[in-house]
């Protein structure tokens, strides 16, 4: 499994979020991987800096990416632990506490 984490313009910075230490939580997101066996990919804009900090998990081999937003505290990150110890994508459904923090990724031009 991987999770792949913006950390550019709006993500992963103080300008956005200056309450969030961007630091700590890239490395709780580093622990929560490595517990499930999974490894944390760092992004440069994955283009939805509206729902920032963004986090996508997804299976290799295919399946659909979970795409997150607003991942900016203890408790969300505490709702995905708990979420990827159960199995995560395509194998255990998304907890209502993660549902709201679903969006969708950007439609790239030509993709349509």
Avoid: F, Y
Avoid at 4 to 16: A, E, F, L, P, S
Avoid at 30 to 53: P, Y
């Amino acid at each position: 499994m991987r999770l792949t984490v913006c950390r550019d313009c709006c993500c992963g910075t103080t300008r956005k979020h200056p309450e969030i230490d961007h630091d700590l939580q890239l490395r709780r997101l580093r622990e929560i991987a490595a517990a499930h066996g999974a490894r944390v990919t760092v992004s440069d804009c994955l283009d939805v800096c509206a729902q920032s900090n963004v986090v996508v998990v997804q299976r290799p081999g295919g399946g659909k990416p979970v795409w997150l937003g607003l991942i900016l505290g203890e408790a969300v990150l505490g709702d995905l632990d708990r979420w990827l110890a159960a199995g995560g994508p395509g194998r255990a459904p998304l907890p209502d506490t993660l549902e709201l923090h679903r969006i969708s990724p950007p439609v790239r031009e030509g993709s349509r």
